[in-house]
T-cell receptor, first 116, second 111 residues
């Protein structure tokens, strides 16, 4: 099993540019989570999907952020326009939503985003 | 809503000693309590979890205890080793499969 796959692993961009982060969950997992990690704010949940449907996007900081999950094996997190304060490590995680809800979340390697 | 406070923020122990990290929460509906370990530059990984119908769970040198009445749960690491040095996050869930994470504890094991 390849685990959760994220791309790119590193992204450096200039303020105002559009940034798209990509995630492929573990095959068979039907819940997908996007997190942002910074020293100041720790690990924050931005949005999560169950069966490709967004369930809770209350953590999305503002309208510049959007996320989609067009099918069970792919999700994107887009920032447009990007700002320096968006610099962080963005993690994607997936889990199985079956029976009881308390299943392990498997994290991807993360995308380190730097906005200059 | 769910909220969790984690203490201490940093912890330094001598190799072989024990380490304890504590988390407190306010929502009595919380019923799943995992702990994640994140090594420098790596992803968070689950090391142990406990559900609300259990008071304690052990896995080799790692144990977690839960006090639902007092609304706190703790991670215990015995016989610490240098490879235990990492950031440890507690988390909890009460509604669906959404996790709320604590702020993290930087554990340094000195050899």
């Amino acid at each position: 099993d390849a685990g959760v796959i994220q791309s790119p692993r590193h992204e450096v961009t200039e303020m105002g540019q559009e940034v798209t982060l990509r995630c492929k969950p573990i095959s068979g997992h039907n819940s997908l989570f996007w997190y942002r990690q910074t020293m100041m704010r720790g690990l924050e949940l931005l949005i999560y999907f169950n069966n490709n449907v967004p369930i809770d996007d209350s953590g999305m900081p503002e309208d510049r952020f959007s996320a989609k999950m067009p099918n069970a094996s792919f999700s994107t997190l887009k920032i447009q326009p990007s700002e320096p304060r968006d610099s962080a490590v963005y993690f994607c995680a997936s889990s199985i939503l079956a029976g009881g809800p308390y299943n392990e979340q498997f994290f991807g390697p993360g995308t380190r985003l730097t906005v200059l | 809503g769910e909220n969790v406070e984690q203490h201490p923020s940093t912890l330094s122990v001598q190799e072989g000693d024990s380490a304890v990290i504590k988390c407190t929460y306010s929502d009595s509906a919380s019923n799943y309590f995992p702990w994640y370990k994140q090594e420098l530059g790596k992803r968070p990984q689950l090391i142990i979890d406990i559900r609300s119908n259990v008071g304690e769970k052990k896995d080799q040198r790692i144990a977690v205890t839960l006090n639902k009445t007092a609304k706190h749960f703790s991670l215990h690491i015995t016989e610490t080793q240098p490879e235990d040095s990492a950031v440890y996050f507690c988390a909890l869930s009460g509604y669906g499969n959404k996790l709320v994470f604590g702020a993290g504890t930087i554990l340094r094991v000195k050899s």
